[in-house]
């Protein structure tokens, strides 16, 4: 299967948080993800840069979905993060960055990520571990229909 058509199988469902921050799904496949992001001024901070929490926000979404690729067409995969390090080693100010995430290990109901967050020039702005347990009905790559899943 196509990743990016599974991306958009995937993503039916609504997503506020999506459409405040601005990412898109480069490259989704099992265990791997890149989240791009243009950066625009609203994700500036007062010096001009890319707000920290952008980039932890980039970093945790592309930790949480390595490990949530969903093999079945109109079914959605989930998880909860349940502790999330960044750590920023570089700036920017425009352009293209990219989170690409990594799950790393895991087991039934907890995976292990990591990210690493590049500007255009592919330079490392921000490093991440993100730890998720994935919601009841996720803990396999078939996922759940996206029409029956309840968040809580």
Known sequence: MDPVTSTENSAEMRNDFRDLLGHRIANWQPDTVTVELDIVPQHLNLAGTVHGGVLAALVDIAGSLSGLYCATAGNVRRAVTLSLNTNFTGQTSAGLIRAMGR??????????????????????????????????????????PALTYQPY
Not at 115 to 136: D, H, W
């Open 103 to 144: 799950k790393r290990a895991g087991g039934t109901s907890i995976y292990f990520s990591s990210v690493e967050v590049i500007n255009e020039q592919g330079q490392i702005i921000a490093l991440g571990e993100v730890v998720n347990r994935y919601r009841k009905g996720s803990e396999s790559l078939h996922g759940i």
